[in-house]
């Protein structure tokens, strides 16, 4: 096997386990960075950039958790 190159399980099931479970921790990993940002002063523009996605799709994923969270977001001017 190359250097570059990513084993997989053999057996379907257990592939498809892992991509869900990596899945998942990037689902965390955003919800974290996205909560610091936001909590550090950025604007939705400015981590949508970060993402490589529109204001408006990083607002809808996660404007309702980080309001539940307790963070206050900024207005837009």
Same mark, same amino acid.
């Given at each position: 096997m190359a250097d570059d190159e990513i084993p997989s399980?053999?057996?379907p099931a257990d592939h498809l386990a892992a991509v869900a479970a990596l899945r998942r921790l990037a689902d965390?990993?955003?919800? #974290? #960075? +996205?909560?610091? #940002?936001?909590r550090s002063g950025w604007g939705w523009p400015q981590v949508a950039e970060a993402l490589g996605v529109?204001?408006? #799709? +990083?607002?809808?994923k996660h404007a309702k958790r980080l309001i539940a969270a307790g963070v206050t977001l900024r207005r837009r001017q």
């Open positions: 399980p053999r057996d965390q990993l955003e919800d #974290a #960075a +996205v909560e610091q #940002a936001i529109t204001r408006q #799709a +990083v607002h809808k």
